[in-house]
C-alpha cells in the first residue's frame, strides 16, 4: 500500500471512529446523523470541525458547590446553614415556585438589594467606585477586555487596590481577548494582580469551542456587579460602526453575592489549581432590603444541561406576560416549543432583538422564527436606537432575569454563564419600565414583512438558521 492510500485509510478509519463518538455522545439525534454523515462522507472536511466544534462536555472543570455554597472550600461549608440561621434562606422562590435551587446547587436567598444598571456609563460609573472601596478582595472577570480607554481606566483602579494591600484577581476567556496586547495583563501582573486566562486548550482536549462567557465584579463579599457589558469602548457607544450600546448590568449587595462569588472561585480554581480564601459569612443588605434573588451559574461542566432548564421552566412558568430581550436568538425546537404554548396559553410574548445585528448569520436566522411564532400571537421587535446586547426575561410582574445568556445555542449548552433571577415584584416593575422604553424605541417586524423581501434575502435566512451550532 503506498503512502497516500495509507493516509487516506487512516483518514476514514479515524472518521468512522469519531462517528461512533458521535452516536454515543451527542445531544441530539439530529445532531448525531448530521455528524455521523458529515464524518463517514467527508472526513477530511469533518474530522477537524468534529474534534473543535464536537465536544459536549467540558473535560476536566469541577463543580465546587453541592447543597452548601461550595462544600470543596472548608471556609465555605457551613455558609448554607448559616443562611438558613439568618432568615436569609428562601424556601419556595416568592410565589416562583420553579426547582431553581436543585438545578443551580445554589440557595435563593433574601435579605438582598439589587440596582437595576442601564447601559454603559451608569454600569461601568457602578463598578469603578465600587472597586474603589474594596478594603479586602476584588474578584473581576469579563469575556473581553480592551486596551482603550475604558480598558485603562479598569486597569489603573485595580493597580491602586493592589498598591493599597488589596488581594485583587482578574480572570478573562483566552478566545475572547485573542486581540488583546500582552502587555495589557503583564501590567497588572507587575503591579501585584493575580491574573489567570480560562483554560480551553490544555491538559485535557482541544476544548475551543467552548467560552467562559461570565462577567462578574465581587467586592469583599459584599457586593457583586453581574450583566451584560464587558470592558471596552464600545460598550460606551464609544465605537462608531457599532453606535450607541444598549446593555444592562445589575448590582447586588446581600447574601447573593457569595453565590456569585462561588462561580469566580470555579473558574478560578480551574484556571489557577488553587482555591481562594474568601469571606463565606453571610449578610443582609446593609439597607435593608428583602428581595429574593438567586445567582444561577451554567455551563458544559453540569450535570444537567442548566441554562436550558431554566429559561424553558422560566417560560412555562409565564401566566400572562412574557418579554424576551436578546441580542442573539437562535432557539431549538424545545424552545420554540415553549415559547408556542406559553402563547397559547394567552401569555403576551414579545421578543426584542437588535435591528442590526453584529453576527450576519444570527441575524438573518432571527427571521426564520417569524412565522411559527407569530402564528400563535408572539411578537417580534427590532430595536432601532443601536446596537442591543441585553440579556434580560421579564416573566408576569413577579419576577425577571438579568444575566450574561443569550438565546442560543452557545449560551444554552457551550458557554459558561450566569443569570440572576430576581423574584421581586417592585424591582420587576422597574425592569418592565426598562423594556417598556426599549420597545419605544424599536420597530415591529412580522411575517409578512419578511414574504415582502427579495428571493435571495429569504434563501439566506433558511440557509443562516441551518448553519446553526449542530450539536
Sequence with gaps: MSAIAAVVALIHLLGALSAIRAVM????????????????????????????????????YVIERRSALSEA???????????????????????????????????????????????????????LAGIARAREYVLVQFFIFRNDRIGRQMQDVLLERARAGVRVYVLYDRVGCYDLPRRYMQRLRDGGVEVRAF?????????????????????????GWVGGLNVGDEYLGRDPKAGFWRDTDVRVDGPVVQAVQVAFLEDWHWASGHLLSLDWTPRPSPGGARRA????????????????????????????????????????????????????????????????????????????????????????????????????????????????????????????????????REFTSRVRAMLEADFA???????????????????????????????
Excluded at 486548550?201 to 463579599?221: C, E, L
Design 25 to 60: 455522545d451527542t445531544r441530539t439525534p439530529q445532531g448525531a446523523i448530521a455528524w455521523v454523515v458529515a464524518l463517514i462522507g467527508f472526513p477530511y472536511l469533518a474530522l477537524p470541525m468534529f474534534w473543535i466544534f464536537g465536544g459536549r462536555r467540558f473535560v476536566g
Design 73 to 127: 472550600n472548608p471556609i465555605a461549608r457551613g455558609a448554607h446553614q448559616a443562611l438558613a440561621d439568618s432568615g436569609l434562606l428562601v424556601t419556595t422562590e416568592a410565589n416562583w415556585e420553579l426547582p431553581f435551587g436543585r438545578l443551580s446547587k445554589l440557595p435563593f436567598t433574601t435579605g438582598n438589594d439589587v440596582e437595576l444598571l442601564i447601559d454603559g456609563d451608569a454600569t461601568f460609573a457602578s463598578l
Design 199 to 223: 483554560r480551553t486548550v490544555g491538559a485535557y482536549r482541544f476544548q475551543v469551542n467552548f467560552r467562559n462567557h461570565r462577567k462578574i465584579v465581587v467586592v469583599d463579599g459584599r457586593e
Design 293 to 424: 434573588v438567586l445567582a444561577l451559574p451554567s455551563g458544559p461542566a453540569d450535570d444537567l444541561e442548566t441554562c436550558t432548564l431554566f429559561f424553558i421552566d422560566a417560560i412555562n412558568a409565564a401566566r400572562s406576560r412574557l418579554w424576551i430581550a436578546t441580542p442573539y436568538f437562535v432557539p431549538d425546537e424545545q424552545f420554540i416549543t415553549a415559547v408556542q404554548l406559553a402563547a397559547l396559553r394567552g401569555v403576551a410574548v414579545r421578543i426584542l432583538v437588535p435591528k442590526t445585528n453584529n453576527h450576519i448569520l444570527v441575524g438573518l436566522s432571527i427571521w426564520s422564527y417569524l412565522d411559527e411564532l407569530e402564528a400563535v400571537g408572539v411578537e417580534f421587535w427590532q430595536y432601532a436606537r443601536g446596537f442591543m446586547h441585553q440579556k434580560v426575561t421579564l416573566i408576569d410582574d413577579a419576577a425577571c432575569t438579568i444575566g450574561t445568556a443569550n438565546f442560543d445555542n452557545r449560551s444554552f449548552r457551550l458557554n459558561f454563564e450566569i443569570t440572576m433571577a430576581i423574584a421581586d
Design 441 to 471: 424605541a424599536s420597530e415591529r417586524i412580522t411575517a409578512a414583512d419578511l414574504r415582502a423581501r427579495s428571493f435571495a434575502f429569504r434563501f439566506a435566512v433558511r440557509a443562516a438558521r441551518l448553519a446553526s451550532p449542530v450539536q
